[in-house]
């Protein structure tokens, strides 16, 4: 394929895992509170960034099911912090034209944070310009288990057929029912592997590592991974000849019925 044809291929639906708040305040010899204030700040650049380069979906793994089990006195810190964001951030999404969605298990969040989630949702939920989607006390494996329990209840009361099921029906099922599944996924700070994070919706996700630490990420480091996706060949499991003949290939998952996000 040539270069002009790859760089028409630009990703529809990014998702980041944003990694390294700690290691770049250790490195500077400040509190972990004071990298994940610089990491908050990195996701703002990285939404208007997106907006600017005109993705049209953009989704952030802010706390997994894991970080639980982080010091007390940290996860107070986050809670405090994603606080501070939904209210004073909010605002400023709304009038960039950005939606906001929050997906993962919100039975671990204070109720004063899941009405916060609730009323940032609904001021900019008719915003078009960008759909940016915030993963809290999310897990991968606890989603699909969701999914699969749902689907179990629906079949038990007769609504719906074992037959029925296929990948669109279980799709329809996840927190991210509404969503095209990611075309690219970035992870900062060098580490390497997924992290329970969107395991069904990455099935056919390219992956893309950088060293750089989330605090750092830029403008430019998104542009760069998304060159480097624009380079690569993307088959789905088909043959380099099936895939440049134009044979259908299996589509992401597409939007369908909203899934229940607990």
């Not at 099921?165 to 799709?171: H, P, Q, T, V």
Request: charged letters at 25%; glycine letters at 8%.
């Amino acid at each position: 394929m040539s270069a002009a044809g790859a760089q028409r291929r630009v990703p529809q639906h990014i998702a980041i895992i944003m990694d390294g708040n700690g290691r770049w305040a250790n490195a500077r010899g400040l509190p972990r509170i004071a990298g994940h204030r610089r990491g908050a700040e990195a996701a703002r650049r990285a939404v208007i960034a997106a907006a600017e380069l005109g993705i049209p979906y953009l989704t952030l793994f802010g706390f997994s099911s894991e970080n639980w089990n982080r010091p007390a006195s940290e996860i107070r810190d986050l809670m405090g912090l994603l606080r501070y964001y939904l209210r004073g951030q909010v605002a400023e999404l709304h009038r960039n034209g950005v939606r906001l969605k929050v997906i993962g298990d919100f039975s671990k969040l204070d109720p004063d944070i899941i009405a916060l989630i609730e009323d940032a949702e609904a001021t900019t939920r008719d915003n078009k310009r960008i759909i940016l989607t915030m993963a809290l006390s999310y897990g991968g494996r606890a989603e699909i288990i969701a999914a699969v329990r749902a689907i179990a209840r629906e079949v038990a009361s007769g609504s719906l057929a074992a037959d029925a099921i296929d990948d669109g029906c279980f799709a329809s099922h996840l927190f991210t029912a509404e969503l095209p599944d990611p075309d690219l996924m970035i992870r900062t700070s060098g580490e390497q592997r997924i992290s329970n994070f969107l395991l069904w919706q990455n099935a056919y996700c390219e992956l893309v590592f950088t060293k750089t630490l989330w605090p750092d990420f830029s403008k430019r480091d998104l542009q760069l991974a998304i060159d480097e996706f624009c380079g690569r060949e993307r088959r789905y499991g088909a043959s380099v000849d099936c895939a440049e003949s134009g044979t259908a290939l299996p589509l992401s998952g597409l939007p369908a019925t909203q899934a229940s996000r607990k």
